[in-house]
C-alpha cells in the first residue's frame, strides 16, 4: 500500500492531454508544496519530470505541467505522444518524521 | 554533468546484509546543500524511499526500514553507501542511489540485488 494513491493507468490518443491525480493527506501533499513527478520507461532510471508542484527542469518538455488542489496534486501531459508512454510515480516530503513517500505508479498507454 | 553509479553484490543470502556503494562523478559529493538518497523498486512494483544522508552526514530514514537500514557518506572516495541487515525476500529490487530525497535530479543506472540462498 503506497502512501499516495494514483490511477493504475491512464491512457489516450497521440495529441490528446491526460492527467494523472497522485491523492495524498494534509501530512504530505496538502501541506507542502514540494511534490515531484517521475517518469520512467521499462528497465530505466526513473527520470524528474516536476519538481516543487509545477516546475520543471532543464530539458523536459512544456507538454507536461503540474499542479495542486487540495490533498491532490496532477500532472498533465498534452499533445500526447508515442515517446511518453512510461509509467508515472508523484512523490512528496511527507514531514520530519514520515520524510518521503511515493505514489504506487501510473502507466500511461498511448493508444 | 553528475553521474552516480551503484555498485555491490548481486546476491545476498537472506539474514545477511545487503552492502552497496554509490560512486559520484562530475562533481563533488560535499558541495552544495544536497541530500543524497537511496530508492528501491522490486520487480513490477513501484518506489520505495529508504534513506537519505546529507552533506554534513546527517541522516533520515524510511520509519518501515530504520531500524536494518545505516546509510554513510565517504567524501575522500565521493561515495556514499547502504547498509541493508537482516534481509529476507522481500528485499529483493533494484536499487537506486540519487541526488536529492523527494526531488531527485540525478540517479544511478540501478542495481539489481537478490535475496536468495
Known sequence: QSALTQPASVSGSPGQSITISCTGTSSDVGSYNLVSWYQQHPGKAPKLMIYEGSKRPSGVSNRFSGSKSGNTASLTISGLQAEDEADYYCCSYAGSNTFVVFGGGTKVTVL | ?117
Do not use: H, M
Not at chain 2, 523498486?41 to 552533506?55: F, M, S, V, Y
Not at chain 2, 524510511?62 to 556514499?80: A, E, G, M, W
Open chain 2, 1 to 117: 554533468q553528475v553521474q552516480l553509479q551503484e555498485s555491490g553484490p548481486g546476491l545476498v543470502k537472506p539474514s545477511q546484509t545487503l552492502s552497496l556503494t554509490c560512486t559520484v562523478s562530475g562533481g563533488s559529493i560535499s558541495s552544495g546543500s544536497y541530500y543524497w538518497s537511496w530508492i528501491r523498486q522490486p520487480a513490477g512494483k513501484g518506489l520505495e524511499w529508504i534513506g537519505r544522508i546529507n552533506t554534513s552526514g546527517s541522516t533520515n530514514y524510511n520509519p518501515s526500514l530504520k531500524s536494518r537500514v545505516t546509510i554513510s557518506l565517504d567524501t575522500s572516495k565521493n561515495q556514499f553507501s547502504l547498509k541493508l541487515s537482516s534481509v529476507t525476500a522481500a528485499d529483493t529490487a533494484v536499487y537506486y542511489c540519487a541526488r536529492g530525497s523527494f526531488t531527485c535530479d540525478y540517479w544511478g543506472q540501478g542495481i539489481l540485488v537478490t535475496v536468495s540462498s
